[in-house]
């Protein structure tokens, strides 16, 4: 199964807030998990990536936390801002391929 | 902007043309991927060329899709008699290779309207 399942499709927060957006797979050949940050007219652009040997991993506001067994890994986005309103992607790269499986986005925006 | 240019960015065409895109990618970067991405849904691998091998095709790729890096500097991807469903978004990204994973670095895309 080659899927990776986002959630949820769209999310609204308040300015300061905590946006939490959540990925699930079944693939344990995937081994390689970057988040994207998309606005409209742009193509996606990485914002911090994991490998599932590392439970968490923390950049500036933004922060991956990944559940091995549960096969589920999320971004957190701290103090958002009206700036970090986007489209959110989860992506896995399927070791022995050159594959990258994207999620189907989350749509976030943050009122000022 | 990454540094990835793509061209024609928007691209309007009539159903049964042929149309081909143009991906240029940072200098040096000896690995490039085409995805395919349509409204409210993430960008769909097509396609991998490290250098000037093409390594790894979608096996949801029609034959009426071709791709090419010759030289294994810019790429081509070619869509033979167009169809509705082809229209969507067509984004290049680009790494610098190397071992293992590397940074993707997308170009803005070429916005496909199939008529």
């Known amino acids: 199964q080659q899927q990776v399942k986002q959630s949820p499709q769209s999310l609204i927060v308040q300015k300061g807030g905590i946006s939490i957006i959540n990925c699930a797979y079944e693939?344990?050949?995937?081994?390689?998990f970057p988040w994207y940050q998309q606005f409209p007219g742009k193509g996606p652009a990485l914002l911090i990536a994991i490998r599932p040997d590392v439970s968490e991993k923390k950049e500036g506001r933004f922060t991956i936390s990944f559940n091995k067994s549960a096969k589920q890994f999320s971004l957190h986005i701290m103090d958002s801002q009206p700036g970090d309103s986007a489209t959110y992607f989860c992506?896995?790269?399927?070791?022995?391929?050159?594959?990258?499986?994207f999620g189907t986005g989350t749509r976030l925006k943050v009122l000022a | 902007d990454t540094g990835v240019s793509q061209d024609p960015r928007h691209k309007i065409t009539k159903r049964g043309q042929n149309v081909t895109f143009r991906c240029d990618p940072i200098?040096?970067?000896?690995?490039l991927y085409w995805y395919r991405q349509t409204l409210g849904q993430g960008p769909e691998f097509l396609t991998y060329f490290q250098n000037e091998a093409q390594l790894e095709k979608s096996r949801l790729l029609s034959d009426r899709f071709s791709a090419e890096r010759p030289k294994g500097s810019f790429s081509t991807l070619e869509i033979q008699r167009t169809e509705q469903g082809d229209s969507a978004m067509y984004l290049c990204?680009?790494?610098?290779?190397?071992?293992?994973?590397?940074?993707?670095?997308f170009g803005p895309g070429t916005r496909l309207t199939v008529l």
């Open positions: 693939n344990t050949a995937f081994d390689y």
């Open positions: 992506a896995a790269y399927l070791s022995g391929t050159y594959k990258y499986i």
């Open positions: 200098s040096e970067h000896n690995r």
């Open positions: 990204a680009t790494s610098p290779g190397g071992r293992g994973t590397d940074t993707q670095y």
